[in-house]
């Protein structure tokens, strides 16, 4: 007798294919509503600040006139190159959401692809764009939990692949794909999806910040060629060839997948960036703030040890690379160099990270003075907590350390921070919004549900 239990990939392309706006809890459509709002609004900042992002949205608008914007600009693309270039903006400015519990950013390809299709074939109302982001942007959180060998150990950096892999699913969500044809949606992302690990490893590349055009063209692509016949395979995701055989050697937990799924979101757990830098720098610039609130001045300090876990030994090696980066993007994925910045310049906005702060005189020396300790197993959520040890000129030693910085899901930042965010990036696009239009924007976003044309708020 033959087991009548749908394969793993048919489960997870029969939910994608069926769920409802009505299947969703009231708390996932506003988290929806919220990554839709924070992405947005930083993809429209990176456009007038991000110049990394500059030569992919010269390529798109040259590859001929479409239906679909790159937000910020005025300009409109074929849906491809429209998820492409704003996929480069995406990630640009490190300030999008990210999941602490798999580390990565699950809405950074997703909502590119999503906004890209949403126009091709307007009109889609809102509750049709909130299903396909909640769907796809679960779908890659699950994706990352279900891990149990780490990418990085094959040469891979996954925050690009898992989100594709669930950008790609909700566009066929958005499209109205089968469960068949999201099984070749899935199949054909595979076809594209990837990031080769070295992309840490180099001084001078600017690609870690542009990255996500990638998976976002990508699950524009798939989606669109699936819808047109174009067959994939039948267990693109536990297959001998597969998703986590290509990437993880085959070591998986497919509970991580499938419990809960169609009932609890996992988009409910993100974190929303209060700092422009990556995730695990937070817990540092969180309590660098503190020290100088309290009274710590920068220059009195004369040593700094940085508490970290091993998550976050990527963000403070090679010492040297780490305390004097070459790229913005770089500094923003280092936490001596965004420690000694909130000490020093006693914030950390999109303001302080322009090309000239690399060249800071006395960021540099406090980075300088920053070491680091590895914790294996510290008490703190894994690449999100830290603690640091001050200790001054004249003897005095402060210590602090953070469970999970601010943004989390346990110190949430309000909606009301959420639309000023917005509001702030959108006044700093390439073509700016005015913070009216801005505020009245973020409100059409706040209320999706009831919006007729999603593509039509981004035209």
């Not at 999970?404 to 000023?420: I, K, T």
Request: charged share 20%.
């Amino acid at each position: 007798m033959t087991d009548p239990t749908p394969v793993l990939s048919e489960r997870i392309a029969q939910h994608m294919a069926g769920v409802r706006f009505e299947d969703l809890p009231p708390s996932t459509v506003t988290a929806a509503k919220h990554i839709l709002l924070d992405a947005t609004g930083v993809m429209l900042a990176a456009s007038g600040m991000a110049e990394e992002a500059a030569p992919f949205i010269r390529l798109a608008s040259e590859a001929g006139a479409g239906p679909s914007t790159i937000l910020g600009t005025g300009l409109k693309a074929s849906p491809a190159a429209a998820a492409f270039a704003n996929g480069s903006l995406a990630h640009a400015l490190d300030f999008e959401d990210a999941f602490d519990l798999a580390p990565g950013h699950p809405n950074a390809s997703l909502v590119p692809a999503l906004l890209a299709l949403a126009q091709l074939r307007a009109p889609v109302d809102g509750k049709q764009f909130l299903t396909a982001l909640a769907a796809g942007g679960d779908l890659s959180c699950r994706v990352g939990l279900a891990l149990r060998r780490r990418m990085e150990e094959g040469g891979w950096y996954p925050p690009p692949i898992t989100a594709g892999v669930g950008a790609a699913c909700g566009a066929g969500r958005l499209l109205g794909l089968s469960a068949e044809g999201v099984l070749d949606c899935l199949s054909l992302a595979l076809c594209q999806v990837t990031m080769p690990g070295e992309i840490m490893h180099s001084r001078r590349t600017v690609l870690r910040a542009v990255r996500e055009a990638f998976p976002a063209q990508a699950a524009v692509q798939s989606a669109l060629l699936a819808e047109a016949g174009v067959a994939g395979f039948e267990t693109p995701v536990e297959g001998k060839g597969g998703l986590y055989k290509l990437y993880a050697e085959g070591q998986f937990e497919p509970a991580d997948l499938l419990d809960g799924l169609g009932e609890r979101y996992w988009i409910e757990r993100l974190t929303f960036k209060r700092w422009p830098s990556c995730r695990g720098t937070h817990p540092f610039i969180q309590i660098a703030l503190r020290l100088h609130s309290s009274g710590v001045a920068a220059d009195a300090i004369s040593r700094i040890t940085v508490l970290i876990d091993p998550v976050q030994k990527m963000l403070v090696e090679p010492a040297d690379r780490k305390q004097a980066p070459a790229v913005v993007i770089d500094a923003k994925f280092s936490i001596p160099f965004t420690t000694a910045l909130a000490l020093v310049r006693r914030k950390v906005t999109l303001d302080e990270f322009d090309p000239a702060v690399l060249r800071d005189a006395e960021v540099l020396a406090t980075a300088r003075k920053i070491s680091y300790a590895v914790v294996e197993a510290p008490s703190w959520q894994l690449g999100s907590g830290g603690g640091i040890r001050v200790e001054l000129a004249d003897g005095q030693v402060f210590e602090d350390s953070v469970h999970n910085a601010s943004g989390c899901p346990d110190d949430p930042l309000s909606e009301d921070h959420l639309r000023e965010k917005f509001i702030d990036c959108a006044t700093r696009a390439r073509v700016p919004l005015s913070r009216g239009r801005a505020a009245q924007l973020a409100d059409a976003i706040l209320s999706l549900e009831t919006c007729d044309d999603v593509g039509a708020l981004f035209a």
